[in-house]
């Protein structure tokens, strides 16, 4: 009986260490990504590109926990480069500071909230961010039910509301966009963290009307017809398209998505070596994805702040609504 | 009380088989039910998906291009986690069941122990990844690899397992144990010798079905980390870079069929939906041939038993 317990423990040890030993070796070669759906198709298209050029001597692992889950992550120092569809808040950047994981913050493109409809319907030429606050606002749960009730101009119809699920980064800036509050929404509408389910819902229901990412609806343009919306600083509706979100008139719903490096892992070359191929592809790919691609010199930008060690967010732990393309810059060139 | 006449009988008897051949249709259309869902299903992802059943499908990584994309990393993966699953789950479950049954005393303990497996069973699977987040990767530091997801798996299956094992043993007739006990065996002996053979078949069913579960599982796997791009197989036993132990790919990071169908459904490209199916179909396939497997061996090993 002891001769066995005894071998059983010895075998457990030497098991260990030998799994130990070699998880260590297993991490050497490979950089790690997790963090939001939104900036997924991105750093995927970049990660298979780049595993091609380096003809698979370096491996890259891309997941998807969300933006929040991607930022725990990250601040319990267990990835490389937490993928973001928001600037990080003050709660992650305290959190960050506490396991001592510096970063450096990197927008990669640009995504445009497009809120659509079904193909047939007539009447919807343009929205105003208050007529969806009108609609969307919690106030409005079972009581605003039919599209005249928002603007008498509309008709005596049922609508149909189709949205994000509440765990995205989409809602979080949906909500604060066009109803003023963070996750500040009427619980009564279709909600999934699966876009092509919104997609498929609105292109099959006359009166419906639903939001999501600007690729979903480039990719889906036959069956959706996408909804101008009003400018507020110049009054003037503007329809979703990567030309107005690049010249900055499709506002609010345009906002800027990042990755964020931990300054840590830029001592390890492979991580280096994939950021500097991210900034010099970013564009093309981020093209190819249906996303909108920053100048250039944002690109270049990025690299200039890793060699200059400027570490941190610009944004302070706030998430800004309606920031163009060319504030940004600004800001980031003031860094 | 006047004797029934013929025709009285055969009315009642003509009733009688009248309820049956209801019965009997209603089973038969439950039955046609069920199979017909399964068929459509199958049927609908094999014509959706026909442009994918290539040899580079199978071969080829995860890809942003709908044509490209493969779900190699995918089935290896998912393979590698059932090997650890089967590994750990089956020895621990028979043990656990042939204990049960054969060895412990009928007391309150036993009890408690029975009950709680019992309810095991029916604990949802996104508890035991909560659970194995907390323990396997992070308390004893395995991380986010195959090696986790094996022993999760294995969890969750251990209920089904064991509780399948005693069903088995408990239909081997008493007189085989009294008979073996009779010619001087051991407890021991008799469980080696006549117990376990002859409750093989039943335990085989149990752990197919357990690993049929497993398979299918998503929630508690993406709970305890698993990736969606991963362009990159575990290492080898013995070859990779630098060379690798019998044993690397256990602590390697993965991904697993689920994971992949699901991230292509959820894709804004209606390309992918495409992959969606066949991967799908993929995935329906492992569990019918897994389920084929069982029945086969069950044929053969029942054909052995000579009581």
Same mark, same amino acid.
């Given at each position: 009986?002891?001769?066995?317990?005894?071998?059983?423990?010895?075998?457990?040890?030497?098991?260990?260490?030998?799994?130990?030993?070699?998880?260590?070796?297993?991490?050497?070669?490979?950089?790690?990504?997790?963090?939001?759906?939104?900036? &997924?198709?991105?750093?995927?298209?970049?990660?298979?590109?780049?595993?091609?050029?380096?003809?698979?001597?370096?491996?890259?692992?891309?997941?998807?926990?969300?933006?929040?889950?991607?930022?725990?992550?990250?601040?319990?120092?267990?990835?490389?480069?937490?993928?973001?569809?928001? !600037?990080?808040?003050?709660?992650?950047?305290?959190?960050?500071?506490?396991?001592?994981?510096?970063?450096?913050?990197? !927008?990669?493109?640009?995504?445009?909230?497009?809120?659509?409809?079904? !193909?047939?319907?007539?009447?919807?030429?343009?929205?105003?961010?208050?007529?969806?606050?009108?609609?969307?606002? %919690?106030?409005?749960?079972?009581?605003?039910?039919?599209?005249?009730?928002?603007?008498?101009?509309?008709?005596?119809? %049922?609508?149909?509301?189709?949205?994000?699920?509440?765990?995205?980064?989409?809602?979080?800036?949906?909500?604060?966009?066009?109803?003023?509050?963070?996750?500040?929404?009427?619980?009564?509408?279709?909600?999934?963290?699966?876009?092509?389910?919104?997609?498929?819902?609105?292109?099959?229901?006359?009166?419906?009307?639903?939001?999501?990412? &600007?690729? &979903?609806?480039?990719?889906?343009?036959?069956?959706?017809?996408?909804?101008?919306?009003?400018?507020?600083?110049?009054?003037?509706?503007?329809?979703?398209?990567?030309?107005?979100?690049?010249?900055?008139?499709?506002?609010?719903?345009?906002?800027?998505?990042?990755?964020?490096?931990?300054?840590?892992?830029?001592?390890?070359?492979?991580?280096?070596?994939?950021?500097?191929?991210?900034?010099?592809?970013?564009?093309?790919?981020?093209?190819?994805?249906?996303?909108?691609?920053? !100048?250039?010199?944002?690109?270049?930008?990025?690299?200039?702040?890793?060699?200059?060690?400027?570490?941190?967010?610009?944004?302070?732990?706030?998430?800004?609504?309606?920031?163009?393309?060319?504030?940004?810059?600004?800001?980031?060139?003031?860094? | 009380?006047?004797?029934?006449?013929?025709?009285?009988?055969?009315?009642?008897?003509?009733?009688? $088989? *009248?309820?049956?051949?209801?019965?009997?249709?209603?089973?038969? *259309?439950?039955?046609?039910?069920?199979?017909?869902?399964?068929?459509?299903?199958?049927?609908?992802?094999?014509?959706?998906?026909?442009?994918?059943?290539?040899?580079?499908?199978? =071969?080829?990584?995860?890809?942003?291009?709908? $044509?490209?994309?493969?779900?190699?990393?995918?089935?290896?993966?998912?393979?590698?986690?059932?090997?650890?699953?089967?590994? /750990?789950?089956?020895?621990?479950?028979?043990? /656990?069941?042939?204990?049960?049954?054969?060895?412990?005393?009928?007391?309150?303990?036993?009890?408690?122990?029975?009950?709680?497996?019992?309810?095991?069973?029916?604990?949802?699977?996104? @508890?035991?990844?909560?659970?194995?987040?907390?323990?396997?990767?992070?308390?004893?530091?395995?991380?986010?690899?195959?090696?986790?997801?094996?022993?999760?798996?294995?969890?969750?299956?251990?209920?089904?397992?064991?509780?399948?094992?005693?069903?088995?043993? +408990?239909?081997?007739?008493? =007189?085989?144990?009294?008979?073996?006990? /009779?010619?001087?065996?051991?407890?021991?002996?008799?469980?080696?010798?006549?117990?376990?053979?002859?409750?093989?078949?039943?335990?085989?069913?149990?752990?197919?079905?357990?690993? /049929? +579960?497993?398979?299918?599982?998503?929630?508690?796997?993406?709970?305890?980390?698993?990736?969606?791009?991963?362009?990159?197989?575990?290492?080898?036993? *013995?070859?990779?870079?630098?060379?690798?132990?019998?044993?690397?790919?256990?602590?390697?990071? *993965?991904? @697993? =069929?689920?994971?992949?169908?699901?991230?292509?459904?959820?894709?804004?490209?209606?390309?992918?939906?495409?992959?969606?199916?066949?991967?799908?179909?993929?995935?329906?396939?492992?569990?019918?041939? =897994?389920?084929?497997?069982?029945?086969?061996?069950?044929?053969?090993?029942? $054909?052995?038993?000579?009581?």
């Amino acid at each position: 009986m002891f001769k066995y317990s005894k071998l059983v423990s010895a075998l457990a040890v030497a098991g260990v260490s030998l799994f130990g030993a070699q998880a260590v070796q297993a991490q050497a070669q490979i950089v790690k990504v997790d963090g939001s759906s939104t900036v &997924y198709p991105i750093t995927e298209a970049v990660a298979e590109e780049f595993q091609k050029a380096k003809k698979n001597a370096i491996k890259v692992t891309v997941g998807i926990s969300g933006t929040g889950g991607g930022f725990k992550k990250f601040c319990r120092d267990e990835i490389d480069i937490s993928n973001a569809s928001r !600037p990080i808040t003050e709660k992650e950047m305290a959190d960050c500071k506490a396991a001592g994981v510096n970063y450096v913050e990197m !927008p990669v493109a640009y995504d445009a909230l497009t809120i659509v409809a079904n !193909p047939k319907n007539t009447f919807l030429k343009e929205v105003t961010v208050a007529e969806m606050k009108t609609l969307w606002e %919690p106030a409005a749960q079972g009581k605003v039910m039919k599209w005249n009730q928002v603007n008498p101009a509309w008709p005596d119809a %049922p609508v149909k509301l189709f949205g994000a699920g509440a765990d995205s980064g989409t809602f979080e800036y949906f909500t604060e966009a066009m109803v003023g509050k963070a996750k500040s929404s009427r619980g009564d509408y279709t909600a999934s963290e699966d876009d092509n389910v919104l997609v498929q819902g609105v292109s099959r229901d006359v009166n419906a009307i639903g939001y999501f990412g &600007y690729a &979903y609806y480039a990719e889906n343009m036959a069956k959706l017809k996408g909804v101008p919306v009003v400018n507020p600083k110049t009054g003037k509706a503007v329809e979703p398209s990567a030309a107005n979100v690049e010249n900055g008139t499709y506002a609010p719903l345009s906002r800027p998505i990042f990755i964020y490096v931990k300054v840590k892992s830029l001592d390890k070359p492979e991580v280096k070596e994939f950021l500097e191929f991210y900034m010099k592809h970013g564009a093309k790919l981020t093209k190819e994805v249906k996303y909108v691609p920053l !100048p250039a010199a944002a690109y270049t930008g990025n690299i200039d702040h890793v060699n200059k060690k400027k570490y941190g967010t610009v944004f302070g732990g706030k998430n800004e609504i309606g920031i163009t393309i060319e504030e940004l810059m600004k800001r980031e060139a003031k860094m | 009380m006047k004797p029934l006449t013929n025709e009285q009988i055969r009315a009642v008897i003509a009733k009688g $088989k *009248f309820r049956d051949n209801v019965f009997k249709a209603t089973g038969i *259309f439950c039955l046609a039910l069920a199979l017909l869902v399964i068929v459509a299903l199958i049927a609908d992802m094999v014509i959706k998906g026909a442009d994918r059943f290539t040899i580079d499908f199978f =071969m080829n990584f995860a890809s942003r291009r709908a $044509k490209d994309a493969g779900i190699l990393s995918a089935w290896v993966g998912s393979l590698l986690v059932m090997l650890v699953t089967a590994l /750990a789950a089956v020895p621990l479950g028979v043990a /656990a069941g042939l204990y049960l049954e054969e060895y412990a005393k009928r007391n309150w303990i036993t009890n408690v122990i029975e009950i709680n497996i019992t309810n095991l069973a029916a604990v949802p699977s996104i @508890v035991y990844g909560l659970l194995a987040l907390g323990i396997f990767v992070y308390q004893f530091g395995l991380g986010q690899s195959i090696l986790s997801a094996g022993l999760t798996l294995a969890l969750l299956i251990l209920p089904i397992i064991i509780v399948s094992t005693r069903e088995a043993i +408990r239909a081997i007739p008493a =007189m085989i144990r009294e008979g073996s006990m /009779a010619v001087g065996a051991t407890r021991w002996q008799t469980c080696r010798y006549h117990i376990v053979p002859y409750a093989m078949p039943g335990i085989l069913t149990g752990v197919i079905i357990g690993l /049929a +579960r497993a398979i299918g599982e998503t929630a508690p796997i993406i709970t305890i980390g698993a990736l969606t791009f991963i362009a990159f197989l575990p290492p080898a036993p *013995f070859m990779g870079e630098p060379a690798a132990g019998l044993f690397d790919w256990v602590m390697a990071p *993965f991904t @697993v =069929m689920p994971i992949q169908i699901f991230n292509w459904t959820s894709r804004p490209d209606p390309a992918f939906e495409v992959n969606a199916a066949a991967a799908g179909f993929v995935l329906m396939a492992m569990v019918l041939s =897994m389920n084929a497997v069982a029945i086969y061996l069950r044929y053969k090993m029942r $054909k052995k038993i000579k009581w």
